[in-house]
């Protein structure tokens, strides 16, 4: 098989499947990994694909939507310690929002030292996770389930969350630009974040630094809408500056 035709293989094959492993494609095509890891690096060259740890994901536009399951191995060790900061802003007795980002769910397992805490999610995976400990009152809003991101959106959502008030909002998005703000692959995420913003005392950005200065497809909201900024490492002299001039307040290691 030549080259080209095994490459339009690996696409065909991630059409129906939406994500495969280098070892799983390595015994469909008969060939060694470092070869089909040089096909995956070729392929995603070309914007056809994108590569996670140990095997490939379809991208079917310009922004394709990448499953929390990717997305939860994507910068993992940066997201771990991105939850572990963020919890230092939670105190006993907060009613916090947590959108249902692969970056907040990092969250969960830092929040068993707190108490009397009452949650609102609209994703599914971090609502089971913080149903699981006892001291936490989870409420999910419920609407409908989005396969990718296993997170709830729509109407049903939107009034969900128009029903609280909160003290603190935790939630990430897909890229930030000192010129465009916050924006995400999903409108529908979107706009459920903006009522999350609006329904809550601070809203705190989780934000691994691969996120600095890209746009994706759908607006957010802009720096004045957020009062923290929670990454893995310290962020150039420029966003220091950028983030002191809108007042936002930059936690990192």
Known sequence: MFAIERQQGIINLLKSKKSATVTELSRKFFIGEATIRRDLEKLEKKGLL??????????????????????????????????????HLVQDGDIIIMDSSSTVLKMAPHLKGKNKLTVITNGAKTAVELGE?????????????????????????????????????????????????????????????????????????????????KVSFSKVCTFDKINYIVTDKKPSSPWIEFLKKKAVVPMYL
């Open 133 to 213: 400990l006892l001291h936490i009152k989870v409420y999910c809003t419920g609407g409908q389930l989005r396969e990718n991101s296993l997170s709830y959106t729509g109407e049903l959502a939107r009034r969900s969350v128009n029903c609280f008030f909160a003290d603190t909002l935790f939630f990430s998005c897909r890229a930030i630009s000192m010129q465009k703000g916050l924006s995400d692959i999903s409108e529908e995420e979107s706009e459920l974040r903006k009522l999350m913003i609006e329904n809550c005392k601070k809203a705190v950005l989780l934000c691994d630094s691969s996120k600095f200065d």
């Open 50 to 87: 994108k590569r996670t740890y140990g095997g490939a994901v379809l991208l079917e536009g310009l922004d394709s939507e990448i499953p929390l399951s990717v997305r939860e191995i994507e910068q993992k060790s940066e997201k771990d310690v991105i939850g572990h900061i963020a919890v």
